[in-house]
């Protein structure tokens, strides 16, 4: 475990002083419902916002309050955090229970995205907030280079929704089909179906929000590849 930890630290960028904080942030519900990541994925996630939020408010003097939100959703969104966990080799280094295993969870992007939010919030907790920021931001450095106010991409269900709606396919269907823990903790598994080309996609999230994004970003993923 120490070695796997190591090589994935050197992915990272950044070296644990407490390497459980590491490795509870790598361990999924499905393994134990009272100690996983959950936590410090709520960390994570508000510290990666800040982090996000400050470097374009400094990097775009000029643009407009809309265009910064959008160009932040556009980079913390749920399908973006999962490639740059695939690009640190997350995956392979997550702890998951048998059925996630089974069903390819170290692949899904909710988990993967998840994963990250983890990650950061153990960094916040292990080195305080100027270690933890300057890892986040080498590792979105590129894509804060290639982004601008006029690409920023709209939220994936927005997206979804017009690429639908260009083709003239039916706009996509969203359930809740389980709800899990108390508030403010809870999980979220919700379903995104296209009827007419008979796919459902499942994602979980922190909220119903987040779920049905996420979704929604795995449905335009599939769509993408099949008409595109």
Not at 7 to 30: E, I, K, P, V
Not at 109 to 121: F, P, Q, T, V
């Amino acid at each position: 475990m120490t070695q796997n930890l190591d090589r994935l630290m050197a992915r990272l960028g950044y070296r644990f002083n407490d390497q459980d904080l590491l490795a509870l942030a790598l361990t999924h519900r499905s393994v134990s419902r009272h100690r996983n990541y959950e936590r410090l994925e709520f960390l994570g996630d508000a510290q990666l916002g800040q982090i996000i939020s400050v470097a374009l408010f400094e990097q775009f003097p000029d643009a407009a309050e809309g265009q910064l939100t959008r160009m932040r959703a556009s980079l913390v969104r749920g399908q973006t955090l999962a490639q740059v966990g695939r690009e640190l080799g997350l995956g392979e280094h997550l702890s998951l229970g048998g059925g996630e295993l089974k069903s390819g969870g170290y692949r899904r992007d909710s988990i993967l995205a998840d994963a990250l939010e983890a990650i950061i919030g153990a960094m916040l907790l292990d080195g305080g907030e100027d270690a933890c920021r300057q890892v986040v931001l080498s590792w979105f450095a590129e894509r804060l280079q290639a982004i601008t106010p006029q690409n920023a991409q709209k939220d994936a269900k927005t997206r979804l929704q017009e690429w639908l709606q260009a083709r003239k396919f039916e706009l996509p269907v969203y359930q809740v089909t389980r709800v899990e823990g108390l508030a403010p903790k809870q999980t979220f598994d919700v379903t995104c179906e296209l009827e007419q080309m008979q796919q459902t996609f499942l994602a979980q999230g922190g909220s119903r929000r987040k779920a049905e994004q996420q979704a929604a970003a795995e449905a335009l993923t599939w769509l993408e590849q099949q008409y595109d």
